[in-house]
């Protein structure tokens, strides 16, 4: 038995128009504690509509509904929404697609057709049975709920593009996956990435690509080849040998089918980066795209900083309880950090709330802008007695607080602490300036001036190279809680999280308004599952 929405898996596409209201009513009947996320979506004036377990709201007990109301404005492109309680992102997420007001073009040549393409990953038990430590390996990929040829038992399953040569289509990739990263790869086609996580990109045309769980790219595929057929495969980056997911060792795949093509010919093969080649093409991809400079909802990036962060991401452990065996290294349980803080999920009311009502003991507004020592981040190794005791961060609900509108930079950087692995850092409520990436430790000085102060990607989740950092910047011009993660979905319970609250503006117009009288409650029945 699996959670589904409406029963299918994906979950249905939602599809908007920049400048609508979007309503959703959530009926739970599962036996599951839920929140839907709108992963992407500003929430401009709506922060309790997020949809982050125990950050902007309790979760919709069974038998109990909900009802999210918000506007989608300054946005367009392919979003996707998802359950925002560990492990049940697996099934219950879909695409959420947002076009251009009526009358307003795309800024590129208009599609033929356009095809969403949904990446997830497959566990064949009851999805609560997982295994979090370490992250659980999964049984297989699908590609719109598909697994296709790659697997035995779903041979015939899989899912097919049929197209008209000559005909352009327009791609809505998503990955849904709840803990890897995917290259994707179609044979004998190169395509035309013009958006990024719903942000308009310079046009650039690539034969691969990576996308991080929670991240989307939307991208133009021309059928210009001759009539056949080709293969569209995904398959996991790898970016570090450890505690990584193992892939089932081999692509996973699905079709594109010309019009006229013979069904007896064979489809041409797409080979995807492996090995020594994943990191270096991973971070091409990565790296080489920009924003679209004057196309719809672009800013200028803010040049003066007001907060400025440096922060330490990465995986250490947290002591085994007596009486326990855990699988971590040396027997510990994993931990996940920032600046040597594991953060800890409040239990009987949400972030935001206790934050509205001003109710003490939820939270301590202590974040350090800095991690507590300064070592050598990407080649950690334990040498002395700090250094063993970095790998133990303290576990604690702690917060950033942002002045309304101010401009915050955040270096986050990759530590070798246990693992180098690449992690998605994914924040609510903004899109961020991906202003550099690098490999090893940042810089200030070499690395401050190569950063792209003129057209860089905007995103709102971002693949941290592994042992190596990003930087990026964004106007807090939201009041409300908002997190900021780790998008492998194994690493919200290792704790690398963080919380922004902004604080309000000026006027009633800027500040967070009471909660809807309705929004759940917690009380926690022992009988139901959460995580
Ligand atoms: Cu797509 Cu906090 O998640």
Same mark, same amino acid.
């Not at 899912?159 to 044979?187: D, P, S, W």
């Given at each position: 038995?699996?959670?589904?929405?409406?029963?299918?898996?994906?979950?249905?596409?939602?599809?908007?128009?920049?400048?609508?209201?979007?309503?959703?009513?959530?009926?739970?009947?599962?036996?599951?504690?839920?929140?839907?996320?709108?992963?992407?979506?500003?929430?401009?004036?709506?922060?309790?509509?997020?949809?982050?377990?125990?950050?902007?709201?309790?979760?919709?007990?069974?038998?109990?509904?909900?009802?999210?109301?918000?506007?989608?404005?300054?946005?367009?492109?392919?979003?996707?929404?998802?359950?925002?309680?560990?492990?049940?992102? /697996?099934?219950?997420?879909? #695409?959420?697609? !947002?076009?251009?007001?009526? @009358?307003?073009? $795309? +800024?590129?040549? %208009?599609?033929?057709?356009?095809?969403?393409?949904?990446?997830?990953?497959?566990?064949?038990?009851?999805?609560?049975?997982?295994?979090?430590?370490? /992250?659980?390996?999964?049984? #297989?990929?699908? !590609?719109?709920?598909?697994? @296709?040829?790659? $697997? +035995?038992?779903? %041979?015939?399953?899989?899912?097919?593009?049929?197209?008209?040569?000559?005909?352009?289509?327009?791609?809505?990739?998503?990955?849904?996956?709840?803990?890897?990263?995917?290259?994707?790869?179609?044979?004998?086609?190169?395509?035309?990435?013009?958006?990024?996580?719903?942000?308009?990109?310079?046009?650039?045309?690539?034969?691969?690509?990576?996308?991080?769980?929670?991240?989307?790219?939307?991208?133009?595929?021309?059928?210009?080849?001759?009539?056949?057929?080709?293969?569209?495969?995904?398959?996991?980056?790898?970016?570090?040998?450890?505690?990584?997911?193992?892939?089932?060792?081999?692509?996973?795949?699905?079709?594109?089918?010309?019009?006229?093509?013979?069904?007896?010919?064979?489809?041409?093969?797409?080979?995807?980066?492996?090995?020594?080649?994943?990191?270096?093409?991973?971070?091409?991809?990565?790296?080489?795209?920009?924003?679209?400079?004057?196309?719809?909802?672009?800013?200028?990036?803010?040049?003066?900083?007001?907060?400025?962060?440096?922060?330490?991401?990465?995986?250490?452990?947290?002591?085994?309880?007596?009486?326990?065996?855990?699988?971590?290294?040396?027997?510990?349980?994993?931990?996940?950090?920032?600046?040597?803080?594991?953060?800890?999920?409040?239990?009987?009311?949400?972030?935001?709330?206790?934050?509205?009502?001003?109710?003490?003991?939820?939270?301590?507004?202590?974040?350090?802008?800095?991690?507590?020592?300064?070592?050598?981040?990407?080649?950690?190794?334990?040498?002395?007695?700090?250094?063993?005791?970095?790998?133990?961060?303290?576990?604690?609900?702690?917060?950033?607080?942002?002045?309304?509108?101010?401009?915050?930079?955040?270096?986050?950087?990759?530590?070798?602490?246990?693992?180098?692995?690449?992690?998605?850092?994914?924040?609510?409520?903004?899109?961020?300036?991906?202003?550099?990436?690098?490999?090893?430790?940042?810089?200030?000085?070499?690395?401050?001036?190569?950063?792209?102060?003129?057209?860089?990607?905007?995103?709102?989740?971002?693949?941290?190279?592994?042992?190596?950092?990003?930087?990026?910047?964004?106007?807090?011009?939201?009041?409300?809680?908002?997190?900021?993660?780790?998008?492998?979905?194994?690493?919200?319970?290792?704790?690398?999280?963080?919380?922004?609250?902004?604080?309000?503006?000026?006027?009633?117009?800027?500040?967070?308004?009471?909660?809807?009288?309705?929004?759940?409650?917690?009380?926690?029945?022992?009988?139901?599952?959460?995580?």
């Amino acid at each position: 038995m699996i959670p589904t929405v409406n029963g299918s898996l994906p979950g249905p596409t939602i599809n908007v128009r920049e400048g609508d209201t979007l309503v959703v009513h959530v009926i739970n009947n599962s036996t599951y504690n839920i929140t839907i996320h709108w992963h992407g979506v500003f929430q401009l004036k709506s922060p309790w509509m997020d949809g982050a377990n125990m950050i902007t709201q309790c979760p919709i007990q069974p038998r109990n509904n909900f009802t999210y109301r918000f506007d989608i404005t300054g946005q367009e492109g392919t979003l996707l929404w998802h359950a925002h309680v560990v492990n049940l992102r /697996a099934t219950l997420h879909g #695409a959420l697609i !947002i076009r251009p007001r009526s @009358g307003r073009p $795309y +800024p590129f040549p %208009k599609p033929y057709k356009e095809v969403p393409l949904i990446f997830e990953q497959w566990w064949d038990v009851n999805i609560e049975l997982l295994n979090l430590q370490p /992250a659980p390996i999964c049984d #297989a990929y699908l !590609i719109n709920g598909l697994a @296709g040829d790659s $697997y +035995p038992c779903s %041979k015939n399953r899989m899912f097919k593009l049929k197209v008209v040569q000559g005909k352009t289509y327009l791609l809505r990739i998503i990955n849904a996956a709840l803990n890897t990263h995917l290259f994707f790869k179609i044979a004998d086609h190169n395509v035309t990435v013009v958006s990024v996580d719903a942000a308009y990109t310079t046009p650039y045309v690539s034969d691969v690509m990576i996308l991080t769980p929670g991240q989307t790219v939307d991208a133009l595929l021309t059928a210009d080849q001759p009539i056949g057929m080709y293969y569209m495969s995904i398959s996991p980056y790898i970016s570090a040998n450890s505690l990584a997911p193992v892939p089932p060792g081999h692509d996973i795949r699905s079709l594109i089918v010309y019009e006229g093509a013979k069904s007896t010919s064979s489809p041409s093969m797409s080979l995807l980066p492996s090995g020594t080649n994943a990191i270096p093409t991973a971070h091409r991809f990565s790296s080489n795209i920009t924003s679209l400079v004057g196309g719809p909802y672009w800013t200028p990036v803010p040049y003066h900083v007001d907060e400025n962060m440096f922060v330490t991401m990465g995986l250490g452990l947290d002591p085994c309880p007596p009486e326990t065996t855990c699988n971590g290294p040396l027997g510990q349980h994993i931990a996940g950090s920032f600046n040597n803080r594991t953060f800890v999920m409040p239990e009987t009311i949400s972030l935001q709330e206790a934050y509205f009502y001003n109710i003490s003991g939820v939270y301590t507004d202590d974040f350090p802008d800095q991690p507590p020592m300064k070592f050598d981040y990407a080649n950690f190794s334990v040498r002395t007695e700090s250094d063993y005791e970095m790998m133990f961060p303290e576990r604690k609900t702690s917060i950033k607080t942002l002045k309304f509108n101010s401009t915050v930079e955040i270096i986050v950087q990759n530590t070798g602490i246990i693992s180098p692995e690449s992690h998605p850092m994914h924040l609510h409520g903004f899109n961020f300036y991906v202003l550099g990436y690098g490999f090893g430790n940042y810089d200030p000085i070499r690395d401050a001036r190569k950063l792209n102060l003129v057209n860089p990607q905007m995103h709102n989740t971002v693949g941290v190279p592994p042992g190596g950092w990003v930087v990026l910047r964004f106007i807090a011009n939201n009041p409300g809680a908002w997190m900021f993660h780790c998008h492998m979905d194994a690493h919200l319970p290792y704790g690398i999280i963080m919380v922004f609250i902004v604080e309000n503006g000026p006027t009633p117009e800027t500040s967070l308004q009471p909660p809807p009288s309705n929004l759940p409650q917690c009380t926690h029945d022992p009988t139901i599952y959460e995580s």
